[in-house]
């Protein structure tokens, strides 16, 4: 046991013994270390590595109990004051003690001898160990084939494994693990098992290595090949796929009318592309881009049709009425043929589903010998939908609007922008904002895909919007539309609709040579059987009943209210017959589904003046409620204090929710029809907003209003003076079977019916 032996910390080094290893000491209390272990104990000193590397002084118990007796070879004093020092290991000991002494930590040792006892395992292990090591140092060409000349003479296995471990590739923490067993036979079992795990590591390094070397020599023939084969095409005139699509390119842009500046920068595109390797990813970026540029038609158009008796057919063959939009087409062509550079209308067709709207874009298309896109925006968010993705995005590609334009194949075509009413905005973006620049006549001509990069004129384009509702459409791109109001059709518009052309169509489609339904059947499946603004569902009816007449094989071609009955079952539609109670009045809606009638009923009880109001009733037809109440009180109307009363005000149909300022005439006339013990007739309705001083104010959707009104057998119809100059786009077989009555204040519907 020595005592007092000086102790060198060695914190990012691990000396094992029979390792020589080169040190340079600028830390004070280590040069006294050293100093005394040259001066008192024979150059020894006890080198150890503490537990925790940060500790800049560590304590006793930061210290391990294992370490390595070295030997201090030679000690050299450098001019900076340094130590350099070469010292060898010697044994590995187990520490007693750890004491200050002199300003320098120091310690008692004690060598543990350790006898196995087992000299044929012993050389077992120690001739596998050489094995190992020589295939080591044959796979691996970094490592120093001096180690197989040390080792072949050493018999010990304790100096073996140190000799191993001092040279293997291993992190500190084995290397620890190492230098703190005693036990060499656990040591050689524990480098057997890390040998062999180099070794494999080594031949999947030495594998994947060779496989991209192969891999990359592979490549680089193929690429020499490739590139002396299109030298030898050249000489012989034989062009490569590649070089041929970049002639085609070529021959693409020559036969182009564009700008200097737009041709500049695809020709360099075009060589982008020529001399992009082919397996270089942005190949398919480059050739997708020139694709879709060069084959745009920058300078195609389709001839239009321009004589106004063949469109005029054209359209009424198609489409019933709608003699305002027929008109504004003809307009414009007329106009065209004056002036050839005169930009196409921005039309918007507004009015309920199943009027014709989608379809009369494509009949307008048809007459005009246009080609026809429709691009659907409901419910649309993103607007690079429609100006496309810049070329950095993955899959990026052109917006809707230049993609139409690619499909028609010309650069003016007819483009149906459907649903405007029902775009969103929120987070991602307002798509409506990108539809200000694509049909802004003043702007639309320099139009910018993201995509395509450059100016594109869309003032060819003619473009029709739809939408079910106007109020729903943005303001500001209301602003630059033509707005034309398509609007509900009545009982017998529908049966010239079904009579001259949903039945016509539909044998047409079917290959039917002949099956007639008469006038009254028709009105029958009308009134019965349907329940819209438009005729979607009586053409799905007809189609039915038409399918069912060929599948049962009747020998008549004609299809009877029987039939009907029998195919379709009891009428789905039956008018609500209520009884005429006080305090019910007819109220005129409009919805985006198109006219309607809807019952106002009122009731009072003895109570302090409270309204309940039920029947989904929103905050602006509360109001006229209130408004009402107040107008009737001011005018003394009613006898009586009606602050004494409670008023419950509904109005049918709960599921629907009624807002909208036109109801006010009604709910007055509901309430006084209560408070004065008045019935109403079920044949009477209204419309129209009333102020505190009685004044009736106009409203919107009076033809709609009145078509439902019509649809609803209602005779008589109180609307705002006004509103008059709506009443020359009602047909006049109803206003021949409805009287209308105009009023410019309440006291003239008041003396009428009370």
């Not at 080094?13 to 005394?36: F, G, H, M, T």
């Not at 560590?58 to 340094?82: E, F, H």
């Not at 044959?138 to 084939?145: K, P």
């Not at 993103?382 to 010309?410: D, M, W, Y």
Request: include cysteine; glycine fraction near 4%; charged fraction near 30%.
């Amino acid at each position: 046991m020595k005592e007092n032996l000086p102790i060198l910390l060695l914190k990012k080094l691990i000396l094992l013994p029979n390792q020589e290893v080169r040190l340079e000491i600028n830390n004070d209390i280590s040069k006294l270390a050293i100093e005394d272990s040259l001066n008192n104990f024979n150059s020894n000193i006890l080198v150890i590595s503490p537990i925790n590397v940060l500790e800049e002084k560590p304590s006793a118990s930061d210290l391990p109990n294992v370490g390595v007796i070295g030997k201090i070879k030679t000690k050299i004093k450098l001019p900076n004051g340094n130590f350099r020092i070469i010292i060898k290991g010697l044994n590995r000991v187990k520490v007693l003690e750890y004491f200050q002494n002199d300003k320098m930590l120091k310690c008692s040792i004690k060598r543990l001898y350790i006898n196995n006892g087992n000299e044929v395992e012993e050389l077992a292990y120690l001739r596998k160990l050489k094995e190992l090591v020589n295939d080591y140092i044959m796979l691996n060409s970094e490592s120093d084939n001096m180690i197989s000349s040390t080792i072949e003479n050493v018999n010990d296995l304790d100096y073996l494994t140190d000799i191993i471990v001092s040279f293997l590739p291993l992190d500190k923490e084995k290397k620890l693990f190492y230098m703190n067993e005693f036990d060499y036979i656990k040591r050689a079992e524990s480098l057997i098992k890390e040998i062999n795990i180099e070794l494999e590591v080594i031949e999947l390094d030495t594998k994947i290595e060779d496989e991209i070397r192969e891999k990359f020599e592979k490549e680089q023939r193929d690429y020499i090949l490739k590139e002396k084969i299109n030298k030898l095409n050249n000489e012989l005139g034989i062009l490569t796929d590649k070089q041929q699509e970049i002639n085609r390119y070529k021959e693409l842009l020559d036969d182009l009318v564009l700008k200097d500046s737009i041709k500049k920068k695809l020709l360099l595109e075009i060589k982008r592309y020529e001399y992009t390797p082919d397996n270089n990813p942005d190949l398919s970026v480059i050739r997708n881009y020139l694709d879709w540029v060069l084959n745009l038609p920058w300078n195609k158009f389709s001839k239009e049709e321009t004589n106004l008796t063949k469109i005029k057919n054209n359209l009424d063959k198609t489409h019933y009425g709608l003699e305002e939009i027929k008109k504004r087409i003809l307009e414009f062509v007329s106009i065209k043929k004056i002036n050839k550079n005169v930009s196409s209308p921005i039309l918007c067709l507004v009015g309920p589903p199943g009027v014709g709207k989608t379809t009369l874009g494509m009949s307008i298309s048809a007459s005009l010998n246009r080609e026809f896109y429709k691009i659907s925006v409901g419910g649309l968010n993103e607007p690079s939908e429609l100006i496309g993705h810049r070329r950095t995005f993955l899959g990026a590609n052109p917006g809707k609007i230049i993609q139409g334009i690619n499909k028609c194949g010309v650069s003016n075509p007819v483009i149906l922008i459907d649903e405007v009413d029902k775009m969103v905005s929120d987070f991602k973006g307002d798509p409506s904002s990108i539809l200000l620049d694509i049909l802004d006549e003043s702007q639309n001509n320099m139009f910018i895909d993201n995509y395509i990069e450059e100016p594109f004129d869309l003032s060819k384009v003619m473009f029709i919007l739809t939408a079910n509702s106007i109020d729903d459409i943005p303001t500001a791109l209301k602003d630059r539309l033509e707005i034309i109001e398509i609007n509900s059709y009545t009982e017998y518009e529908k049966l010239d609709i079904a009579k001259k052309y949903l039945i016509k169509d539909i044998l047409e489609k079917y290959g039917i040579k002949k099956i007639t339904i008469d006038d009254n059947t028709i009105l029958e499946i009308i009134n019965d059987y349907t329940k819209e603004a438009g005729v979607r569902e009586l053409d799905r009816i007809l189609k039915r009943l038409i399918r069912n007449h060929c599948l049962e094989n009747k020998k008549s071609s004609k299809i009877t209210i029987k039939d009907v009955k029998n195919i379709l079952g009891e009428a789905k539609y039956i008018k609500e017959e209520i009884d005429n109670h006080l305090g019910v009045v007819n109220s005129l809606a409009w919805t985006p589904y198109g006219g309607n009638v809807q019952k106002i009923e009122c009731v009072a009880y003895p109570g302090n003046g409270n309204i309940i109001t039920t029947g989904n009733i929103e905050k602006i037809l509360e109001e006229s409620i209130k408004i009402s109440l107040t107008y009737i009180k001011s005018n003394r109307f009613v006898k009586g204090d009606l602050n004494l009363l409670d008023l419950h005000i509904n109005a049918l149909n709960a599921s629907v929710k009624k807002d909208g300022a036109s109801g006010g005439i009604a709910i007055t006339t509901s309430i006084l029809s209560k408070l004065k013990n008045k019935l109403i007739d079920n044949d009477v309705a209204m419309t129209g907003e009333i102020t505190l001083n009685g004044d009736i104010l106009a409203v919107g959707g009076i033809k709609e209003k009145i078509i439902g009104a019509y649809n609803n057998d209602i005779k008589t119809i109180f609307i705002p003076y006004n509103n008059k100059n709506d009443l020359n786009s009602i047909p006049q077989n109803i206003k021949d079977n409805i009287k209308i009555i105009l009023v410019k204040n309440y006291k003239e519907i008041y003396e009428k019916l009370f």
